[in-house]
């Protein structure tokens, strides 16, 4: 059997070590390395050459190879991975005031068929391993030598529906001797799994929850979103509720505000009513035109739209939109990659 480094927590190279004959401390050592961003067992120079011939006989250290990379003008860079079966993935890359943050992907395509997502489009091959989400973080670091302090798992696929390896993954990334990224440094982001979104809050980790929701209308969703018909908005909400009774986290509400479609007053109000009485802060997105029929709101619609909720008290604000000139938005590069396009 074959290991997959990147794919194990701390604890688990230390009991891998002990079955090879090596004092547990070992896989403290070999945890650390890994993350110091080695690209070989030989590199590992405070372990003996005998351990690191055992090593290599039982173990990967396999990164996603950078298939194609954008730059965009605003510094935001987009890459397409390729992974070990040929299986090609995005990540991105944007720059903060706070620090560098990176969008990951969780699956390679998606099935919850999101009719603005170019991710939908075809469908879900496969789940992402843990050791295959972190190596989005390795690679890109790698590469752009820097540190990245920030993750949203808002890239290709629905994170709660590979919910134990990306839990698996937060875990490894959080650990203090690997990446060290602090668990309110991330955000996770669902189309409404309402059973996973229940149990992630029993977990009470003190992330950051983002939920699409783009209508306060059950039929007006379903149409943009299939997985409201399994999971309608009162079942969404009541979820929710548990979730911050569990954790008290407040949640944020994805809307991708789309003209004439979901930018009225009356939406606005809406879905305050919806999600009267919760903690929550709205995230206003600019609309990824991926399929037709899908325009961004105009400049005036959009304040409109924000000022209903400044009214009220309730946080709203628009999403810094970068990228535009990268093809930035979720899917497409992949899909520039996999029909042979040029960018």
Known sequence: MTYDLYSLTKKEIAELVSSLGEKPYRGKQIFTWVYR??????????????FRSKLAEVCTMELPRIERKQV???GTVKYAFRLSDGEVIESVVMVYHHGNTI?????AGCNMGCRFCATAIGGKTRDLTAGEIIGQIMAAQRDL?????????????????????VLRFMEIANDVDGINIGYRHFTLSTCGLC??????GQKQLPITLSVSVHSPFDEERSEMMPVNKKYPLAKLVASLKKYQEATGRRISIEYALIRDKNDSAAHAAALMNLFAGMQYH????????????FVKSSKENVRRF?????????PATMRRELGADISAACGQLRHQVQTGKKS
Do not use: W, Y
């Open 37 to 50: 961003g080695v690209t070989s067992f030989d590199e590992m120079t405070d372990v003996s050459k005998a």
């Open 103 to 107: 969008c990951l992907s969780t699956q």
């Open 282 to 293: 709205v995230n206003v997105i600019p609309v990824n035109p991926a399929r037709e029929g």
């Open 195 to 200: 059973d996973k979104i229940e149990l992630l």
């Open 72 to 74: 965009s003008v605003d």
């Open 145 to 165: 030598n820097c540190r990245i302090g920030n993750v949203v798992l808002m890239g290709m696929g629905e994170p709660l529906d590979n919910m134990e390896n």
């Open 306 to 314: 924000l000022d209903c909720f400044a009214k009220k008290n309730i």
